[in-house]
């Protein structure tokens, strides 16, 4: 094997995330040696694609109180309240640190920092550049990366396996892309922050890198997945391509009508509309700003109904954001515009913009304790990868973005401290993990001539299952016929073969790769879902329909068995000050005010 290469810390992924993390780590102890690996270059990771802003506490008439409060019942009531507390307290911080690293967030006609409702939150307090937050914040992070002479970057080098020796994490193997070698990589301290897995499924918002690799390689490692049941519809999809309409546009006064021009939400208990409701009541959350899960289950409700449209590319309500004006629609959200017009054939200032709920988020993810550290010791996660838990069983919009700020930074500091405890590699048992690692990918891959399976027939048969078993409803028949799918998919691709057997930017390799993290991360979901026989967030099950707290105000963790179907075990939820309590939206809250605490 070529010669191996040596780190303190290494970050997988260059996304939000792993740029925080990385910063962390060379700000904490500069130095330390430090490396991020990443399979596609940084500028190109889907926090690139995030449109609609971050959520922080800034305003006088909002309080850290309100934000912990939304942030746990949109949740119903499964995230860690210390982690939400923790979170809260930091993001304003998180969130001005950006800005002096570059990030221009947009502004009020005062010159301060502008936020916009978002959905779930009683007031708004979504931070934002425009549409293009994830951008903006995404160069401001790689930028500020740059200025760390410490960091070696591995841009285009997609990551295969963790190195565990003695009970700790002690490295990877990696593919240098452009080459095709697996090298390994000793790394006294690994963080992983390679993102979410939309891609499981066959409608999403997620780029096509987003295949759960991390989630995958950390579970292959023996640490457990937490609550992978907990799946994120956005209610405002393209249809067809799925290309996201972000909630900015119902934020700035965007509202979805049936094919009967009804306003439908009325009918679903999710609060008073803005425009009939007393203008200055100080809860902005009205009925198209409630919370996604609720929004994707009323959209399921009107298709059984009859009452939303039919086209070529499936059913679909409109999003009319008419009245709010060219001006206001360029100024606010012009890439709503761009996008409606390219890729939905409508220019929503003259007609309704078409939309679907559509996969876009995972809540579950690799199991962290509140400071990002996961069981396996030199391990940490962080972003849409971990769950830590803050996003429960429904994430509010705009906290994904603040999330992997922060405990990105917790991820940074924290490896960055172990990696100086910790200076030896069990270097003869890892290098020779790595070769076996190298012997599996020729093996079973690359050299490999007789495969009668193909990586698009076993994707597209499990992204089909997914969707048909695993989706907004399930019931138990449902999950099982998807879990069985599964374990015969899994079975189906250990003979699948390749038609490329090059090694320079050999594509269909890593696909391969993908799918095998993808079939890993789906049965852990499969199974945790199955098992959960309560009807909580984004997780309903029609024959559980009720949230039942006494058996599952816990975390499922999914550990991989190599025998076969992963086992499910549970964790308590931390509970501080928030008691569970009924999810209420609408116009009865109250909010308190900075002044009032
Ligand atoms: C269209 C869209 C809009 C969104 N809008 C918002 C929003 O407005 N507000 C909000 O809060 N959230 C939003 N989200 C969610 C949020 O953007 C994501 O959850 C977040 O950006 C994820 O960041 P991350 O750093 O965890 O991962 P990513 O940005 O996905 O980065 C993952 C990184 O991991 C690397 N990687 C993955 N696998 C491997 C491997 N095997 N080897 C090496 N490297 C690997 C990739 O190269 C990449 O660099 C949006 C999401 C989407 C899809």
Redesign the pocket.
């Given at each position: 094997m070529a010669e191996t290469i040596q780190h303190d810390v290494v970050i997988?992924?260059?996304?939000?995330?792993?740029?925080?993390a990385v910063i962390a780590a060379a700000e904490a102890h500069p130095d330390l040696d430090i490396a991020m690996?990443?399979?596609?270059y940084?500028m190109?990771?889907?926090?690139?694609?995030?449109?609609?802003?971050?959520?922080g506490v800034i305003k006088d008439n909002d309080s850290k109180e309100n934000h912990i409060h939304d942030t746990i019942s949109g949740a119903d009531w499964l995230a860690d309240q210390d982690a939400v507390e923790y979170f809260v307290d930091e993001a304003p911080k998180e969130l001005t640190l950006l800005e002096h690293w570059g990030c221009p967030w947009s502004r009020e006609p005062d010159g301060s920092v502008a936020v916009r409702p978002f959905g779930g939150m009683l007031i708004e307090r979504?931070w934002?550049a425009a549409d293009k937050?994830?951008f903006h914040m995404?160069h401001a992070l790689f930028q500020t990366s740059l200025k760390y002479t410490q960091v070696t970057r591995y841009d285009e080098?997609?990551?295969?396996r963790l190195l565990v020796e003695n009970g700790r994490c002690q490295g990877l193997t990696?593919i240098e892309l452009r080459t095709g070698q697996v090298r390994t990589i000793l790394a006294k301290a690994v963080i992983m922050?390679?993102?979410?897995g939309?891609r499981i499924f066959p409608f999403?918002?997620?780029?096509a890198?987003?295949?759960g690799?991390?989630m995958g390689?950390a579970y292959l490692a023996g640490v457990p997945l937490k609550d992978m049941e907990f799946v994120q519809y956005?209610p405002t999809g393209l249809p067809g391509s799925g290309?996201?309409i972000?909630?900015?546009a119902r934020g700035e006064g965007g509202i979805l009508l049936n094919n009967k021009g009804e306003r439908y939400l009325e009918a679903y208990n999710l609060g008073t509309p803005l425009d009939v409701d007393d203008p200055e009541h100080p809860v902005k959350r009205s009925m198209e700003l409630g919370p996604r899960d609720r929004l994707s289950q009323a959209f399921m409700h009107e298709q059984d109904q009859g009452n939303v449209f039919d086209s070529e590319f499936g059913t679909y309500v409109q999003l009319d954001v008419r009245h709010l004006g060219e001006k206001e629609i360029n100024r606010k959200i012009p890439f709503v515009r761009e996008l409606a017009k390219n890729y939905g054939g409508v220019d929503p200032v003259n007609e309704p913009i078409p939309v679907r709920p559509v996969v876009?988020?995972m809540m579950g993810g690799v199991a962290t304790d509140i400071s990002a550290a996961t069981e396996l010791p030199g391990l940490w996660a962080?972003?849409?990868?971990?769950c830590v838990s803050l996003n429960g069983a429904n994430?509010l919009?705009?906290?994904?973005?603040?999330?992997?700020l922060v405990f990105?930074a917790r991820a940074g500091e924290g490896a960055a401290e172990w990696a100086r405890e910790h200076p030896d590699f069990d270097t003869a048992a890892l290098e020779a993990q790595a070769e076996a690692e190298q012997r599996r990918i020729a093996d079973n891959f690359i050299n490999k001539q007789d495969g009668t399976e193909r990586i698009s027939t076993i994707r597209t048969e499990l992204q089909t299952a997914m969707e048909s078993g695993a989706g907004i409803y399930r019931t138990e028949q449902s999950l099982q016929a998807t879990a069985d799918k599964i374990a015969e998919l899994k079975e189906r691709f250990k003979n699948v073969g390749l038609d490329d057997h090059s090694l320079s930017f050999n594509t269909e390799l890593?696909s391969a790769?993908?799918l095998e993290?993808m079939l890993e991360i789906a049965e852990s979901l499969a199974h945790s879902a199955l098992q959960r026989t309560e009807s909580r967030g984004s997780h309903q099950r029609t024959d559980y329909e009720a949230r039942d707290d006494a058996n599952f105000l816990r975390h499922s963790l999914a550990r991989y068995n190599a025998g076969g179907a992963p086992a499910i075990d549970y964790q308590d939820v931390v509970i501080t000050n928030w008691p569970p309590a009924e999810r209420v939206y609408g116009a009865e809250e109250t909010v308190v005010k900075t002044d009032d605490v």
């Amino acid at each position: 094997m070529a010669e191996t290469i040596q780190h303190d810390v290494v970050i997988i992924g260059g996304g939000g995330a792993g740029l925080r993390a990385v910063i962390a780590a060379a700000e904490a102890h500069p130095d330390l040696d430090i490396a991020m690996v990443s399979k596609v270059y940084p500028m190109r990771s889907h926090t690139v694609s995030a449109e609609g802003g971050a959520a922080g506490v800034i305003k006088d008439n909002d309080s850290k109180e309100n934000h912990i409060h939304d942030t746990i019942s949109g949740a119903d009531w499964l995230a860690d309240q210390d982690a939400v507390e923790y979170f809260v307290d930091e993001a304003p911080k998180e969130l001005t640190l950006l800005e002096h690293w570059g990030c221009p967030w947009s502004r009020e006609p005062d010159g301060s920092v502008a936020v916009r409702p978002f959905g779930g939150m009683l007031i708004e307090r979504t931070w934002f550049a425009a549409d293009k937050t994830g951008f903006h914040m995404l160069h401001a992070l790689f930028q500020t990366s740059l200025k760390y002479t410490q960091v070696t970057r591995y841009d285009e080098w997609f990551a295969t396996r963790l190195l565990v020796e003695n009970g700790r994490c002690q490295g990877l193997t990696a593919i240098e892309l452009r080459t095709g070698q697996v090298r390994t990589i000793l790394a006294k301290a690994v963080i992983m922050c390679t993102g979410g897995g939309g891609r499981i499924f066959p409608f999403t918002t997620n780029a096509a890198i987003k295949t759960g690799d991390g989630m995958g390689m950390a579970y292959l490692a023996g640490v457990p997945l937490k609550d992978m049941e907990f799946v994120q519809y956005h209610p405002t999809g393209l249809p067809g391509s799925g290309i996201l309409i972000t909630e900015a546009a119902r934020g700035e006064g965007g509202i979805l009508l049936n094919n009967k021009g009804e306003r439908y939400l009325e009918a679903y208990n999710l609060g008073t509309p803005l425009d009939v409701d007393d203008p200055e009541h100080p809860v902005k959350r009205s009925m198209e700003l409630g919370p996604r899960d609720r929004l994707s289950q009323a959209f399921m409700h009107e298709q059984d109904q009859g009452n939303v449209f039919d086209s070529e590319f499936g059913t679909y309500v409109q999003l009319d954001v008419r009245h709010l004006g060219e001006k206001e629609i360029n100024r606010k959200i012009p890439f709503v515009r761009e996008l409606a017009k390219n890729y939905g054939g409508v220019d929503p200032v003259n007609e309704p913009i078409p939309v679907r709920p559509v996969v876009h988020y995972m809540m579950g993810g690799v199991a962290t304790d509140i400071s990002a550290a996961t069981e396996l010791p030199g391990l940490w996660a962080a972003g849409e990868t971990a769950c830590v838990s803050l996003n429960g069983a429904n994430r509010l919009g705009s906290n994904s973005l603040t999330e992997l700020l922060v405990f990105g930074a917790r991820a940074g500091e924290g490896a960055a401290e172990w990696a100086r405890e910790h200076p030896d590699f069990d270097t003869a048992a890892l290098e020779a993990q790595a070769e076996a690692e190298q012997r599996r990918i020729a093996d079973n891959f690359i050299n490999k001539q007789d495969g009668t399976e193909r990586i698009s027939t076993i994707r597209t048969e499990l992204q089909t299952a997914m969707e048909s078993g695993a989706g907004i409803y399930r019931t138990e028949q449902s999950l099982q016929a998807t879990a069985d799918k599964i374990a015969e998919l899994k079975e189906r691709f250990k003979n699948v073969g390749l038609d490329d057997h090059s090694l320079s930017f050999n594509t269909e390799l890593t696909s391969a790769l993908e799918l095998e993290f993808m079939l890993e991360i789906a049965e852990s979901l499969a199974h945790s879902a199955l098992q959960r026989t309560e009807s909580r967030g984004s997780h309903q099950r029609t024959d559980y329909e009720a949230r039942d707290d006494a058996n599952f105000l816990r975390h499922s963790l999914a550990r991989y068995n190599a025998g076969g179907a992963p086992a499910i075990d549970y964790q308590d939820v931390v509970i501080t000050n928030w008691p569970p309590a009924e999810r209420v939206y609408g116009a009865e809250e109250t909010v308190v005010k900075t002044d009032d605490v």
